[in-house]
Every structure is written in structure tokens, then in C-alpha cells.
């Protein structure tokens, strides 16, 4: 049996959460470009849980951007799908399946242009949400009058100028446009080159003003881990246990966080899924979030990534299931991370609350989140997301954050690479990783003299854009840590430190 509006009725909701017949029938109120599983597992997401809630009442338009294939597979199942949340949740195991009926149609946008269009014509039409990865919010040579544009901005352009002809330009006509691309200032980016497309494809003054003050930009953040797809073996399991079967079966992580940037009232209005779910955020600045996730999410796997792998876990959950590593974890954040973030938007308590949901996180059996993965551009993470934390540290105690150290001791042994042939090779416990890191034959260099090289490495602002020696202790203290790693080992010293501090 095919998951599909026909089989619902067939479907025992003992292990499945099914959505209600008249959920089916609710109108389109949203257009977003991109099928991807970010998407389905986030934004849509929060969309069907307000829609059960009977708070946003509306269904999604999506558009398949890309040229590759169309929209059966979605057409088969009348664009329903199953995600499955597992994982880690306030310490608790979450695992929970949902049907999703949020998207009401799947149209190709080089099979359906006209069709899309159309849609730009429906009232209720408010939301444009997109993701169309990092490289979809690019300038082009677009004509919006091509069937259909190239680029995704070419095609937003071409769907508002026909939504400004259908509605005279009305300023109740403009939408809450909200891209969820992974690139910082997201809306203003997109808004900037759509106004460029509109002085190359020589529309109107009238229009230019009436998306610049009738439309709301809105920057977002966005967080939430979604594999997609199931490895075969669990999928057949799952969908046993259903009693249907679904191509479009994805899996997502319990975590999940929507940043939205608005002060305007009706902005908050549109969107009121925001009221259905405690992780989505509409707020004058989503500064405060990118912070969280920039220090305490990426900044901590940075640190704790050499350290990992120096002590022989292969994947973040592997080395979280080990009690002596997860308390360097979690210490590094509570102790010098979250109190380095303190500032007039970010309390020490917010720091810890999202430093326990990264605990979570961390903690998920059903991620292989590998280490080796988070080397890639090692250098450049380890600066632009901790190197903030050492300055902030010192600024509040003047003297040496030993965890943050000791994690930056661990890079530090690792980047000691030997070469084969034109790439660099990290040698630890036997194993080989390729790296794969700009600054990669800077630090090999260096390491060709031990006897300097930690100097040398801590000293150079093409690395830190600061010289780390000048901070008192810092460097003496990288030293001790390489010395011990290298010679104690990290489990041994991740150990004594429990033993020798309260860490």
C-alpha cells in the first residue's frame, strides 16, 4: 500500500501521527522554491504542526527549480510524506512519525511556468519561502519574460511582477519573502539582486518601489539536522511497521530552530505558524541566534574535533557515548564558551540552555556525523569561530581558557601532515585523513622544525588574524597540551583533567 489521501483511511495512526481529511483542503498561502529535505523537514514542518493546531491554516506551493526529473514521485503520493524525528530531545529519546500534509501541489518549473504563474494571481498567496542551496541567490543575466527564468532570483522576479500586474500594484499585494539559504544576510542579498534584475529586464519605477516597500524581506536562520532518506534497511523496518510504503520518506533530528528577523506586526501575523512550535523565532534581530550557533554548535564540534580523533572516535556520537570525553564537551561550553558570549542580547542562562540542546545533538544515535567531515577548512573554523571566544576570554579573566586551549592543542598536532604528492595527509593512531585546509602547507612548513613550530603557528595573523603569543600564558600553555597529547595521549589527559581540575 502507497502512502496517498486515498490510503489515509487504511493507515493505523497507532505509530504514525496522520493528518486530518480537511487538513487536505486547506488554500494555498505559501509558494516555496525547492523540494530538498531542509525544506520538508523544517519549514514545512512547523507549517503542518500550525496547520493541526488550526493556527496558520494554509498549504504550500512548491516549485521544482531544478531541471533534473519532475514531480512524480510527489504526484503519486497526492504530495504527502513521512518524517521521521529521532533522536535526543531535553535528554530524552524522541522518536515520532509524522505524515506531512503540508505541500498541496509540485510543479516543474520547466514543465509548469505558465501554471506558476497563475498562482501569483491567488489572493491568499503571502509567503515565499526558498532553498535553493548557497550558489541559488546569485546575479544573472535573467530575462524574467524566459519560460522559464534560469536562476531562482530571475524567477521570484518574474513571480512578482506578475503578482504586482494582477493585484494594480496594491500594497496588500506584497508578500513576507523569507529565504532560508545558508549565506549571511540571506534577504537582503536577494533583495538587492532582485532589484538589479529589474533595472537589467527595464520594469517599471512603479514596480522597483512597490517591492521595495510593499514586499518584507525577512533574514533568517536556520538549524536543524535532516539526513533525508533512510538507510535501506531501516526504511523496509519502518515501513512495516506503518504498513505503507513511501518514496519520500526523510528523517530529522528532534532539534529544530527558525530564525526569522522582523519587527513588522503583519509580518508576524502572516506567519503565524511561529505560534504552533517553540523553535520558531520572529524577532527584531536574529544576531543573538547566529551567535548561539556560531560559538556554542559549530565553534565547540571545531574544538573538539582534533581531540576526537586524537582519542580514536571515528563519529560525534560515538565519542559523546564516552563519559570522560562528553564532560569536556559539555565543560567547555558551560564553563568557557557560554560566560564568553554574555553580552546585552545573550544572558549566560541562554548560552546554557542552547549548550544543553547541543548536548543533545551531539548525544544522537541516529546520526553518523563522522569527525573527519569536520576538518574540512579546518584553519579558517577554527578561526572565524573560536578565535572571538580566546579574545572575549581574556578580555573578562586575563588568563588562559585551558579547554578552549587544549582543543586548539589537538589541531595543532593534527595539522602536523606529512605530503602525497600534491595534497597533505594527517597520520594519528595509525590512520591516514586527507585534509583538505587552505593553510595546510603554511603549518606543514612549520612543522618541519618542531622546535618552533608552535611559535611560529601561534604567531600568524595570515592564521588568526592575531598573534596568540601575545596573550600572557597562551603560549606556554599550548605547549604543555601538546606535549601531553602527544606523549600522555588524549583519553589519558582528558582524564587527568577531571582528576587535576573540576572541568
Given at each position: 500500500?502507497?502512502?496517498?489521501?486515498?490510503?489515509?483511511?487504511?493507515?493505523?495512526?497507532?505509530?504514525?501521527?496522520?493528518?486530518?481529511?480537511?487538513?487536505?483542503?486547506?488554500?494555498?498561502?505559501?509558494?516555496?522554491?525547492?523540494?530538498?529535505?531542509?525544506?520538508?523537514?523544517?519549514?514545512?514542518?512547523?507549517?503542518?504542526?500550525?496547520?493541526?493546531?488550526?493556527?496558520?491554516?494554509?498549504?504550500?506551493?512548491?516549485?521544482?527549480?531544478?531541471?533534473?526529473?519532475?514531480?512524480?514521485?510527489?504526484?503519486?503520493?497526492?504530495?504527502?510524506?513521512?518524517?521521521?524525528?529521532?533522536?535526543?530531545?531535553?535528554?530524552?529519546?524522541?522518536?515520532?512519525?509524522?505524515?506531512?500534509?503540508?505541500?498541496?501541489?509540485?510543479?516543474?518549473?520547466?514543465?509548469?511556468?505558465?501554471?506558476?504563474?497563475?498562482?501569483?494571481?491567488?489572493p491568499d498567496l503571502q509567503v515565499v519561502i526558498s532553498n535553493t542551496t548557497e550558489v541559488g541567490i546569485v546575479l544573472s543575466e535573467d530575462k524574467i519574460t524566459d519560460n522559464p527564468p534560469q536562476s531562482y532570483p530571475g524567477k521570484l522576479l518574474a513571480f512578482l511582477h506578475e503578482r504586482y500586474k494582477a493585484f494594480n500594484g496594491s500594497e496588500e499585494s506584497g508578500m513576507v519573502i523569507v529565504p532560508t539559504e545558508l549565506i549571511s544576510d540571506n534577504a537582503d542579498k536577494l533583495k538587492e539582486i532582485l532589484l538589479k534584475l529589474s533595472v537589467q529586464n527595464k520594469l517599471s519605477w512603479d514596480f522597483e518601489q512597490w517591492l521595495k516597500t510593499s514586499n518584507h524581506f525577512c533574514k533568517t536562520l536556520v538549524d536543524r539536522i535532516v539526513p533525508g532518506k533512510l538507510p535501506a534497511t531501516q526504511q523496509t523496518s519502518i515501513q512495516e511497521q506503518l504498513g505503507y510504503e513511501d518514496e519520500l520518506m526523510i528523517m530529522a533530528e528532534p532539534f529544530r530552530l527558525w530564525a526569522i528577523e522582523s519587527a513588522n506586526p503583519r509580518v508576524k501575523e502572516i506567519l503565524s505558524f511561529e505560534q504552533a512550535d517553540k523553535g520558531v523565532f520572529i524577532v527584531p534581530s536574529i544576531n543573538k541566534f547566529k551567535e548561539l550557533k556560531l560559538r556554542l554548535l559549530n565553534g565547540t564540534h571545531t574544538l573538539s574535533c582534533g581531540l576526537a580523533i586524537l582519542s580514536g572516535f571515528n563519529t560525534v556520537k560515538e565519542a559523546m557515548a564516552d563519559e570522560v570525553f562528553a564532560k569536556y564537551v559539555s565543560n567547555l561550553m558551560q564553563q568557557e564558551i557560554a560566560h564568553s558570549l554574555e553580552n546585552d542580547d545573550i544572558t549566560y542562562q541562554d548560552a546554557i540552555d542552547f549548550a544543553s540542546s547541543v548536548i543533545d545533538r551531539f548525544s544522537n544515535p541516529s546520526l553518523e556525523h563522522q569527525w573527519q567531515a569536520i576538518t574540512l577548512n579546518f584553519t579558517s573554523k577554527m578561526q572565524m569561530r573560536n578565535m572571538p571566544l580566546i579574545r572575549k576570554y581574556y578580555s573578562q579573566k586575563n588568563e588562559v581558557p585551558p579547554l578552549i586551549a587544549l582543543g586548539l592543542s589537538a589541531y595543532i598536532i593534527f595539522m602536523n601532515t606529512t605530503k602525497d604528492g600534491a595534497n597533505y595527509v594527517a597520520n594519528v593512531n595509525g590512520k591516514t585523513y586527507p585534509v583538505q585546509d587552505e593553510f595546510a602547507e603554511i603549518l606543514y612548513t612549520y612543522w618541519q622544525n618542531p622546535e618552533t613550530a608552535i611559535d611560529n603557528i601561534l604567531g600568524d595573523r595570515r592564521l588568526w588574524d592575531k598573534n596568540l603569543n601575545n596573550y600572557p600564558g597562551f603560549n606556554a600553555a599550548i605547549k604543555n597540551y601538546v606535549d601531553l597529547l602527544q606523549n600522555t595521549g588524549a583519553k589519558e589527559t582528558l582524564s587527568n583533567l577531571h582528576t587535576e581540575r573540576t572541568i
Open positions: 500500500m502507497i502512502l496517498s489521501k486515498e490510503n489515509l483511511k487504511n493507515i493505523s495512526g497507532e505509530s504514525v501521527n496522520k493528518p486530518a481529511v480537511e487538513l487536505l483542503e486547506l488554500p494555498e498561502r505559501v509558494i516555496q522554491f525547492g523540494t530538498g529535505v531542509l525544506l520538508r523537514g523544517l519549514p514545512d514542518y512547523f507549517i503542518d504542526k500550525a496547520n493541526r493546531a488550526g493556527v496558520f491554516n494554509g498549504r504550500v506551493l512548491v516549485v521544482k527549480s531544478t531541471s533534473q526529473g519532475g514531480a512524480d514521485a510527489f504526484s503519486k503520493q497526492d504530495n504527502l510524506y513521512t518524517l521521521c524525528v529521532k533522536g535526543i530531545e531535553d535528554g530524552v529519546k524522541v522518536e515520532e512519525n509524522i505524515i506531512n500534509s503540508s505541500i498541496s501541489r509540485v510543479l516543474s518549473a520547466s514543465q509548469d511556468w505558465t501554471e506558476i504563474l497563475k498562482a501569483a494571481h491567488n
